[in-house]
């Protein structure tokens, strides 16, 4: 032993490397000062359903240390992604919020960022994660951040287990693997033992945890929040973003595959996109509630940040329109230092007694001073207000405002009593006169916040039959990359909660018996707002490959791709080697190559015929060639095994494929019947096949090519 602890006033013994106390060297959890704690799970609340209380030391101290744990990258949404938009408010919020940004044609500056969790700012795009999605408003009443994510719940109902869950998530302490990566036994261990983990797991599992794109993912505010009108009325609301162009995800193969071939994918994807004019664009909506005492509506929580209310009981409400239209011109001056915080509000928004939320109000604030070197970060270009400030706050590292007079205090008679205090009618921001019932001090949640299992199973009844395939697929990868047993068996039993079906057959991927429910299984209505499938969307801004050689008709080729551009879509074109086709003509550009290209970064790939195997076409060279001969089932030639294998990877991950001009070949060498159902175009054009590829994308994927399991 390295150290040893008794009771009452005994010492400590220094560790074994003699610099100083131990630590985990005694029995029971403590303040960093060694005062002995009875309760670490709830924060210390004015009444179960109360505010929390800022004199609660164990919180502060908490999330404080975990807030400065990592110097200087953010310890969590490290890896990011951002760009420059505007935001145009519909004036259709009238009724519940006077913030200004929000009327009618409005036009505000914004600062998105988009990020995964747990991953480093290293890590790779594409690995299964939640994703934060946070605006920064900078209205001429203040700067608004609405800092939210990609998934409506989260882990966790109070701030002070924020630290746990994140640690629980990140890699391993002894050997800082896996990184980005919640398929290891500490993450598995805390939600199978935290089960109000439950509902955000499930999404995390489900396709929301692996998304297409940024540009085609939905945001949520997560917390409730209040909203008051210019008669002083208040509502409850949650905030969505949701995407023009739908929302939609990877396939876990194609995600793994990218995480190899494109780390940055989905931030070249966002960069690209808004350099060749495909402007990202989400309606930001609300879902409205009574402002009630109790803070419910029909019968789900509004203080509970792991619970949501399905759309169809609340429909969203659109309120304005942000646009993403210019990349940054550096990424450490603007995303990289970007500081977000949801206590930065406009009148007319003010926040609720959401126990996570308000662990948030604090913690964002101390991060950013820590991690941009102290408490001027607001100073900094990109996080500097629109509107005129003038705070009192004086000094400080990183000071670069320069003040004038003589008595930032308050009051003062030497600076002619400047600045003066404003009220509502000029503008101030003043909180919301909410009534705090009498209650007493406890560390306790309200009963309602003990449902872990009813809002995961409305999810997972939510789901079409293919989308509860991936989940099932997810869980069971997940769960097998697991060491300890008892944390299998756990998630089992928690899985068995929310539906025999999902337990039995992720049970049957570990080679476990399938445990029975613990608490009944609740009746819930499906929430198809819930499934991203069974629409259809624009498809601007998709890749389309198009597969050319030198035996190919350029005009034709030529023909595709401007088809492609006519409809919004973006072309890539792929041939043998870089360079361009018909040099002698109007020459074709080629974008990509046998050798570079891989299907993961296409929507949809067509070829124009059957490209005969080009000169670097063997093992030696490309291992994705592998051995080029005869075809023996045709008598034709083979197609260059690259191009087979660019189809036969599309057609596996549900996208559209096919071709023009003798495509048959190819497509039957990739295991394609040229007539084989939904998304596989075979036409006499390349404008034809573009139509008809364009088509297919409307619903993303070919998703009924692979019937789920019975």
């Not at 110097?71 to 969590?76: K, S």
């Not at 929040?225 to 949650?238: H, I, P």
């Not at 003010?350 to 604030?365: E, Q």
């Not at 040099?583 to 550009?589: L, M, R, T």
Request: glycine residues 10%.
């Amino acid at each position: 032993m390295g150290g040893t602890m008794t009771d009452g006033n005994s010492e400590v013994t220094p560790g074994p490397t003699g610099g100083g106390p131990p630590a985990q060297s005694g029995g029971h959890l403590t303040t960093a000062q060694g005062a002995r704690l009875y309760e670490s799970d709830h924060a210390l609340k004015a009444g179960a359903r109360g505010p929390v209380l800022i004199q609660d030391h164990h919180l502060r101290e908490k999330i404080t240390h975990f807030d400065h744990e990592r110097i200087p990258e953010r310890v969590v949404h490290a890896r990011g992604a951002a760009a420059h938009g505007v935001f145009q408010g519909y004036g259709t919020a009238g009724e519940v919020c006077k913030a200004a940004f929000l009327a009618k044609d409005a036009e505000t500056p914004v600062f998105v960022r988009f990020s995964t969790v747990l991953g480093s700012r290293g890590s790779a795009d594409t690995v299964r994660d939640t994703r934060g999605f946070a605006t920064k408003f900078y209205t001429g009443e203040g700067t608004f951040d609405l800092v939210g994510n990609n998934i409506p719940v989260f882990f966790i109902q109070d701030a002070l287990k924020f630290p746990d869950v994140v640690h629980a998530a990140k890699p391993h302490p002894d050997r800082e693997i896996p990184q980005a990566q919640s398929a290891h036994d500490t993450f598995w261990d805390f939600v199978s033992l935290h089960t109000e983990a439950t509902h955000h797991t499930l999404w995390n599992m489900s396709d929301r945890g692996i998304p297409r794109s940024y540009r085609m993912m939905e945001g949520f505010g997560v917390h409730t929040f209040r909203l008051v009108n210019t008669a002083g009325e208040t509502a409850l609301v949650k905030f969505h973003w949701k995407p023009r162009l739908g929302v939609h995800s990877l396939v876990w193969e194609e995600a793994q595959l990218i995480g190899g071939m494109d780390p940055d994918f989905h931030r070249r994807d966002l960069a690209e996109a808004i350099d060749a004019g495909a402007f990202p664009q989400w309606e930001l909506g609300i879902q409205v509630f009574p402002d009630t005492p109790d803070q419910t509506f029909e019968g789900v929580d509004l203080l509970d940040p792991t619970k949501l209310v399905p759309e169809e009981r609340a429909p969203v409400q659109p309120i304005g329109l942000l646009t993403l239209n210019a990349n940054p011109d550096n990424y450490f001056e603007e995303t990289e230092q970007v500081a977000f915080h949801p206590g930065h509000l406009v009148p007319g928004i003010d926040v609720t007694d959401d126990p996570l939320l308000a662990g948030r109000l604090f913690s964002y604030l101390d991060t950013q001073i820590s991690r941009l070197g102290g408490p001027n970060f607001g100073q900094l270009p990109v996080n500097r207000p629109h509107a005129p400030v003038d705070d009192m706050l004086r000094d400080g590292m990183h000071q670069s405002a320069v003040h004038t007079g003589v008595a930032p205090y308050r009051p003062n008679s030497l600076d002619g009593g400047c600045p003066f205090l404003a009220g509502a009618d000029t503008g101030a921001y003043v909180e919301a006169p909410v009534r705090v019932p009498e209650a007493s001090k406890v560390r306790e949640a309200p009963a309602s916040f003990s449902d872990h299992f009813t809002q995961p199973r409305l999810f997972w009844l939510s789901m079409t039959p293919t989308e509860r395939e991936h989940i099932i697929a997810a869980y069971t990868f997940e769960l097998n990359k697991c060491v300890e047993q008892p944390v299998k068996e756990r998630a089992l039993a928690v899985l068995a909660n929310i539906d025999p079906r999902l337990c039995e057959d992720v049970a049957e991927g570990l080679g476990l018996p399938a445990p029975k429910a613990t608490v009944p299984l609740v009746a819930a209505d499906a929430s198809p707002a819930l499934s991203q499938m069974g629409g259809t969307w624009p498809a601007d801004g998709r890749v389309v490959g198009i597969v050319a050689d030198g035996s190919t008709d350029p005009d034709g080729v030529r023909a595709a791709r401007q088809a492609v551009l006519d409809a919004g879509m973006v072309p890539l074109v792929i041939a043998p080697t870089g360079g361009t086709l018909d040099a002698d003509g109007d020459p074709v550009e080629v974008q990509r190559t046998f050798a570079t290209a891989r299907s993961v970064e296409f929507d949809a790939v067509l070829t124009a015929g059957a490209p005969a195997p080009a000169a670097d076409a063997h093992g030696a060279r490309d291992a994705k060639a592998g051995n080029t001969g005869d075809m023996g089932r045709t008598g034709k030639a083979a197609p260059d095994p690259r191009v087979v294998l660019l189809l036969a990877e599309a057609y596996r991950h549900g996208k559209a494929v096919g071709g023009w001009n003798g495509a048959e070949t190819v497509l039957e060498a990739a295991g394609i019947a040229p007539s084989e159902g939904p998304g596989v175009i075979v036409s006499d054009s390349g404008t034809e096949a573009v139509r008809a590829a364009a088509e297919a994308l409307a619903g993303h994927r070919a998703w009924d090519r692979f019937p789920p399991a019975p």
